[in-house]
């Protein structure tokens, strides 16, 4: 003999919820957890997302791509630990670029943050190309006052840093034998996610004639715009896109690609969110308006029938 299950009261008198609430109301933890995934997956496993190479990273690329082996670069890391996730793959990037062609690096910081990001990010690069510090590279350090160690460059880069960031003489490096000022120098390369790209293009480029590139935030890149427009810039990234750009272009998949893939599929699901949301108001809309016609067929059917009484 088998018993059927019967509804409890409390299920039989809680109504279903309708489908316009469910999507008009979203509880937020899912929403967090769905954003955590669609961001972790494609880092995890890349898609390989499509990218279209923009004009800026290209005349970036080509900049140094022109460069011979033995040219001499300067990089400068102009970022903190706070901009590491957009900017680190644009700094990677370039050093393997200028590494794998036999360029010569100066490199240097002008924010008090940066030295452990450039040892960092030299002593990988350098050591995955087999590069030298003295000869191959040299790494200056940091300097306080930003203007003058820009104006001052321009005259002798061993005036500017007596010695280097181990405090080694700038007179005992090589590379700084065969390039003490801008005019011996071929690029200048900057990755910052303030205004000091425009400095750089209003006191090397404007004073001295040095040809700059930089990398910036996406947020910068709109105001680093009109230096490129006019020529003063020769080539800029913007945000995590122009790096993703520039390594397509190098034939690199480093973070920048990854973190695109990332990006992408987290925008994606924001706007799906977005279009799910507005259809459950949509659906939320046309109940409120049917209820509000059957009860006013209600309210005419009640006074009909106190007429007929």
């Not at 009261?9 to 008009?24: I, N, Y």
């Not at 500017?160 to 003490?180: G, K």
């Not at 122009?242 to 990854?258: N, V």
């Not at 507005?278 to 509000?292: C, D, H, S, T």
Request: glycine share 10%; with cysteine; proline share 5%.
């Amino acid at each position: 003999m088998t018993t059927e299950a019967r509804p409890s009261k409390t299920d039989a008198a809680r109504p279903r919820r309708p489908l316009h609430d469910w999507l008009a109301n979203v509880d937020r933890r899912v929403i967090f957890i769905a954003v955590a995934v669609a961001t972790a997956l494609p880092l995890i496993f890349p898609l390989n997302l499509p990218i279209k190479t923009s004009r800026e990273a290209r005349a970036y690329y080509d900049e140094i791509e022109r460069l011979q082996p033995g040219d001499e670069m300067i990089f400068v890391f102009d970022y903190e630990p706070d901009l590491m996730a957009e900017l680190d793959p644009m700094s990677i990037a370039t050093l393997r670029h200028a590494f794998r062609k036999d360029i010569q690096v100066i490199a240097l910081t002008d924010y008090p943050g940066g030295p452990g990001i450039a040892e960092r990010i030299l002593g990988e690069v350098a050591a995955e190309y087999g590069k030298t510090h003295g000869t191959d590279y040299v790494f200056l350090g940091y300097n306080p006052d930003y203007s003058a160690t820009m104006l001052r460059m321009g005259e002798s880069i061993q005036a500017t840093f007596p010695t280097d960031h181990y405090h080694t003489p700038s007179s005992e490096l090589p590379l700084l034998q065969e390039a003490d000022r801008y005019a011996e120098v071929e690029l200048l390369a900057t990755v910052t996610g303030s205004a000091l790209a425009e400095y750089w293009v209003i006191f090397a480029g404007g004073s001295y004639g040095q040809r700059i590139i930089a990398g910036n935030t996406a947020i910068q890149a709109v105001l680093i715009y009109p230096y490129f427009q006019t020529g003063q810039l020769s080539g800029f990234l913007g945000g995590l896109k122009g790096a993703a750009e520039y390594e397509k272009l190098i034939g690199t998949e480093g973070a920048g690609l990854r973190g695109m893939d990332a990006q992408s599929m987290a925008h994606l699901l924001i706007v799906c969110f977005i279009i799910l949301g507005n259809i459950g108001f949509v659906l939320q809309r046309r109940y409120q308006r049917r209820l509000e016609r059957e009860q006013d067929g209600g309210a005419k059917r009640e006074q009909g029938d106190g007429v007929k009484r």
